[in-house]
């Protein structure tokens, strides 16, 4: 009876992804929304009877996926259907929902970086390297249209083009770092209102203001502090791994930041609204988000919070 349930369910909630990878491979405009709700179907499945179960769909979702698109949607399927698996377990375990965005972005990350791996290694099409071919193009074909208005292009303009591509080769797993951290929380976002729909144990998000970072973060930054000051070949595996880690760390201390002024801003009983107002005018100004950064890494290193009161 037991199973009969088990596979009556899986059927539903196979058919529920068949419907959303259609509108995602057919439907232009509605295709970016069901993209993330592709996770769905494993999430509750999963929740209701166990990851073994969920792995189960997820193998006869990519058969039936092969059918009805391509090879080449199969990774699409395979990430979402993992880490809607994850996640699900996550949920399912009542973990912490900052946890369960910090499993599901690993689980995306390796996603993303296994299918970047195989498109060039197996299909020769690298997405990186033609996207910024194409904007060297559309640089080129600029400066080609200024010339014949008789303009001469600035060096200095195309010196900072050139830069400006060398740098976003560089931190290209930074891009890796924060699709897979937008992939999974818009996922979870996403998953939310309908699991409260069903009933299902889903907690709820820890209040901002006490997000703490883990201490050991501080040595990595320092040590990569460190590094920056060597001089690294460009272009090498170090100096990419420095870079990368760099930015990585800077982005969550900057997070930290924030979190210790949400804090300060509760302890001191101030509108909502100026609060959201203050973070806003943050990104209006970048100086100010290094400021956060410093704020966060002293928060972390001297527990600022406990003098606060």
């Known amino acids: 009876m037991k199973n009969t349930y088990v596979l009556t369910e899986a059927a539903i909630q196979l058919a529920i992804f068949i419907v959303l990878f259609l509108i995602f491979l057919y439907v232009p405009f509605l295709s970016v929304v069901a993209l993330f709700f592709l996770s769905l179907p494993f999430i509750v499945f999963t929740m209701r009877h166990g990851y073994a179960p969920g792995f189960m769909l997820l193998a006869v979702a990519l058969i039936v996926s092969s059918l009805i698109g391509s090879l080449l949607s199969l990774p699409v399927v395979l990430m979402f259907g993992t880490s809607g698996i994850v996640i699900g377990i996550m949920f399912a375990k009542k973990k ?74 560089y931190i290209i797993p930074s891009v890796f770092v924060l699709s897979a951290l937008a992939a999974a929380y818009l996922t979870i976002m996403a998953s939310i209102p309908i699991l409260k729909r069903l009933n299902m144990p889903i907690g709820t998000w820890p209040p ?78 970048p100086f100010l988000l ?20």
Not at 96 to 124: E, G, P, Q
Not at 134 to 144: D, G, I, T
Not at 255 to 274: C, D, H, N, P, T
Request: charged share 15%; with cysteine.
């Open 96 to 169: 912490n929902r900052y946890l369960i965005l910090t499993v599901a972005t690993l689980v995306f990350l390796v996603n993303i970086v296994l299918d970047y791996i195989i498109s060039v290694k197996f299909f020769n099409l690298d997405i990186i390297a033609q996207t910024l071919s194409m904007l060297k193009e559309s640089f080129h074909a600029s400066m080609q249209i200024m010339k014949g208005m008789g303009q001469e292009p600035p060096k200095e303009m195309q010196d900072r083009f050139q830069q400006m591509l060398e740098f976003v080769q």
């Open 208 to 285: 901002f203001r006490h997000i703490m970072l883990p201490k050991p973060l501080l040595w990595y930054y320092l040590i990569i502090l460190l590094a920056t000051f060597f001089p690294l070949e460009k272009g090498s595996f170090v100096f990419i791994a420095v870079i990368n880690l760099y930015y990585v760390l800077q982005l969550l201390f900057l997070i930290q930041g924030f979190s210790f002024l949400y804090y300060v801003a509760e302890q001191k009983k101030m509108a909502r609204s100026i609060v959201v107002v203050g973070t806003l005018f943050c990104f209006f100004l």
């Open 290 to 309: 290094y400021v956060i950064v410093i704020l966060g890494i002293i928060d972390l290193g001297f527990e600022l919070r406990k003098r606060i009161r």
